[in-house]
């Protein structure tokens, strides 16, 4: 994509945000930037002000938007350019201005290596902005848009209630000059904090309720939502929201009936799995976030609308929207125990389903990679439901599991894989005088990382080096690591002995290995995915 497309995206959706004021100082890099701007004014859009002096010009936007209370645009050229408008960001910060900086910069890989005019400029104003980030030429073109949208909601404040500067540092790579043209764009809406739109949404759009990972409160929220709009609702395991959830919803993402979706509602930060992130990033769907706070999920650059709260007074849906998505839900899930009732080991899926029916409304913690995606095909349940899905990494599970449960006081349950375990062995330990707590242990034990399987290294194209650099087979018993810290420990190899284990009651802490099949775990998967296209 080319640097005049990427600056003409980026006036066109200040535009639409509400800008109408903008303040440039010339140089080179920000050339894209400067010929869209003198565009966006000859188009009558906006009024333009050219000030040869950074710290002049810092101040000027300061001023515009301190006197019309919307953002204000402040263009510079990289370098020590950028730094000039220190002074009039520090003002913004403190006094609460929504100044926002746009600084032209050369493209990340030339930083470092003694390009003209360059310097690690992207985090130059932390932490004195509300919200910072870069945005390259070379990127996705929706997120061009997105980043100018977001930018502009932050700086205004209206989730936070807190106003104030950001920065956006602009990668424009050569050529810088080329035909100028600002598409028209929609404005991301975002409605003031403490607001609740009962009637935001309006009936007709066949809708889909996605709930991704969220807290116990949010979670109910979207399950009420989805309930009292007569919507479907797919839930993420760590939604809190599987109760009233389709089971089935991720494969049913994949089917022809996702094609006639129109509109998403997104509670929560999903994070889970590959059909929800591309139905996100469809651009021929609608998409409002529900996010009480300032910020809100947008992995696919495609938000319409940010809302703090929705209250349906009444169906959404027409013409047995919900319940053709239903009886999806019941034909497939049919299926899904059909191909697991089939195989002939222990698997992945089949563990995690004993597990959740096993805790039924109590605690339970998932492990991340593969053992909360298995659970992502379990029956709905009541069960309060927790996750490390901040950054989705396998590190410090047990510890946070321990945590939970001191803090709860209720016994809790985790399912995780042999790696997350081994991961994090010392989470299993108890100094002197140091109590555990009621807390049970399920291992997944396929020795090593199935989830990659399931990916495109799973292919038999990279069979050869797979165990080695992917699956990584740790050669380290589970059950070992459990004797060595003291903690009871069984190991299974079926689902009767399995379901026997979950049965007895959680005293302490307890560990319950079981061996699950990963030799078949890529044709598993496959055949299950296979099952959403039956559904027409």
Partial sequence: MSSSVCAGTIVAQLCAQGVTEAVLAPGSRSAPLALALAQAEADGRLRLHVRFDERSAGFLALGLAKASGRPVPVVTTSGTAVGNLMPAVLEAHHGGVPLLVLSADRPASLVGFGANQTTDQSRLFQPFVRWSARVSSEAAAASWAAQAARACLLAAGLGSRNPGPVHLNVELDQPLVGEVALPSLRPVTQEPAGAVNAAALAPGPRTVVICGDASAEVGRQAARFASGAGLPLVAEPSSNARVASLRTGRLLLGSALADELERVVVFGRPTLSRPVNRLLARDDVEIVVVSPGPEWPDAGWRTARVVPGLCAAGSL??????????????????????????????????????????????????????????????????????????????????????????ASERPLTLLCGDLTFLHDGNGLAAGLGERRPDLRIVVADDSGGSIFATLEYGDARYAAAFERVFATPPGIDPVRLAEAHGVPVRRVGDLSALSDALRRPIKGLDVVVATVDRAGRRALNDQLNALADLIT
């Fill in 317 to 406: 849906a027409s013409d047995g929207w919900r319940d053709r998505w239903q009886a999806a839900d019941r034909a497939l899930s049919a299926q899904v125990d059909e191909v697991l009732a089939g195989q002939d080991v222990l698997t992945g899926p089949a563990v995690a389903s004993a597990v959740v029916e096993s805790v039924d409304d109590g605690m339970l913690m998932l492990g991340n990679s593969q053992p909360i995606r298995d659970a992502d095909l379990a029956e709905g349940s009541a069960a309060r439901v927790f996750a490390n899905r901040g950054l989705a990494g396998i590190d410090g599970t047990i510890s946070t599991a321990v945590g939970i449960a001191w």
